[in-house]
Every structure is written in C-alpha cells, then in structure tokens.
C-alpha cells in the first residue's frame, strides 16, 4: 500500500494541472476577448503617451 500513498501527490497534482490548462484555454476567446483587448489597448497607450512628453530629443 506504500505505493498508492506514494503515487496519490503527483496524480493529484497532474489532474490539478490538466483541469487548471483546460480552464485557461477554454477561458480564452468567447464573449469577452474584444472587452478584453480594448482594455489592454487603453493601458498600453495610456502607458505610451505619459512616456512621451518626457522624452527630449
């Protein structure tokens, strides 16, 4: 039975992984990707144009 307790950790461990992969792919895309990228978009810019008064030359 040593070996079922020593095989418990990682097949826990790898089915936690699978469903934490599966959950990232399904999660990307859907109704939410353009709410998402224009967010990311606006940061991105708002990032830029603080940067670029400060830049001389």
């Not at 040593?2 to 826990?12: E, G, N, Q, T, W």
Request: charged share 20%; no cysteine; hydrophobic share 50%.
């Amino acid at each position: 039975m040593d070996y079922v307790s020593a095989l418990v950790p990682p097949v826990v461990m790898a089915a936690l992984f699978t469903a934490l992969i599966v959950t990232i792919v399904k999660s990307q895309g859907g109704p939410n990707k353009a709410k998402e990228d224009a967010a990311v978009d606006a940061a991105i810019a708002r990032a830029e144009a603080a940067r670029q008064p400060g830049r001389e030359g």
